[in-house]
């Protein structure tokens, strides 16, 4: 077990500093998005349908989800309420837009755009992930082994204590629910995420 423990110790903490790189990215989009022109000339389109960006092929309606995604997943990371969504199609529709516009609206409305999709690619990948190491916790006896010991005691093969296994297995799992539209339990994730990426 000493090497599962070590391999999953290993992958949370790579995962966490991806999830560190991706909070503070979602800070930045929606600062961005509603500091400039964007959010003004976004909403002022027609339709949900209606092209916004040329570079990227997305309508009205795919930036705006994705920027309510990004909302929530601001507040997944400081401990707020996390309003369920189906944040994966969100992601999805954003990484495959398909409809450009015919001109720019402007160069900040193309940079959210191009913004946008790194962030959705990202948070793709890292849903997976949390998904693949939940699983694997759990499949692998490791979550049954840490139940049974002190929550100060570190886990046989790695440096981590059982409590910060736990933690960081919360962490993965309520992420990877935020992003397919399951039930998010309300925690501070960024002090999480912090604890992890040491």
Known sequence: MNNVSLDIENATKLWALSAKSLSSKVNDVLSQYFATDA??????????????TVSTGLTKGELQNMIGALE????????????????????????HGSHPAAAVLSNNVE???????????????????????VALFNGSGL???INAISSTTVVFGASSTASKYLQGIVLLDNFQKYVNNLVVTQG??????LAWAE
């Open 39 to 52: 959010a003004g000339l976004v909403d002022g389109l027609a339709n949900v349908n209606t092209p916004a």
């Open 72 to 95: 929530q997943a601001q507040k997944f990371f400081t401990n707020q309420v996390v309003t369920q969504g189906d944040y994966l199609n969100s992601m999805q529709d954003v990484l």
């Open 111 to 133: 940079d959210i755009g191009q913004d946008l999709k790194a962030v959705a690619s990202q948070m793709i990948g890292l849903a997976a992930d949390a998904k693949s190491l």
């Open 143 to 145: 979550g049954a082994a």
């Open 188 to 193: 501070d994730y960024l002090a999480s995420v």
